[in-house]
């Protein structure tokens, strides 16, 4: 098993940013590949970004590209995601999520092995 705790969420005005986090324990960090969904009220769970293992690899959605940027610390254990340019259709429960010696791309497509409980980001307008 694999435990995910995130944080960083909040409220903030749109063009403002929030740096989210994300803790892992369980398992060897580094097998895993690292994510971030989201989910809006009344919306599907949708992909947002992706990591491979070493950090070398990432995937974004297009909604974010430009504006937000992955990353991890596996010393940490944790994963990151820098939210820059906020906009109010960025509101949405944010989900990390790991999987287990995969591709990005397949985090993208076939979901994650796990998933933490989320983090709440508001962006007013």
């Known amino acids: 098993q694999v435990q995910l705790v995130e944080s960083g969420g909040g409220l903030v005005q749109a063009g403002g940013s929030l740096r989210l986090s994300c803790a892992a324990s369980?398992?060897?960090?580094?097998?895993?590949?690292m994510g971030w969904f989201r989910q809006a009220p009344g919306k599907e769970r949708e992909f947002v970004a992706a990591?491979?293992?070493?950090?070398?690899?990432?995937y974004y959605a297009d909604s974010v590209k430009g504006r937000f940027t992955i990353s991890r610390d596996n010393a940490k254990n944790t994963v990151y995601l820098q939210m820059n340019s906020l906009k109010p259709e960025d509101t949405a429960v944010y989900y990390c999520a790991a999987k287990f010696r995969t591709t990005v791309q397949a985090m993208r497509d076939k979901g994650p092995d796990y998933w933490g409980q989320g983090t709440q980001v508001t962006v007013s307008s």
């Open positions: 990591i491979s293992w070493s950090g070398g690899v990432t």
């Open positions: 369980g398992r060897t960090f580094s097998n895993y590949a």
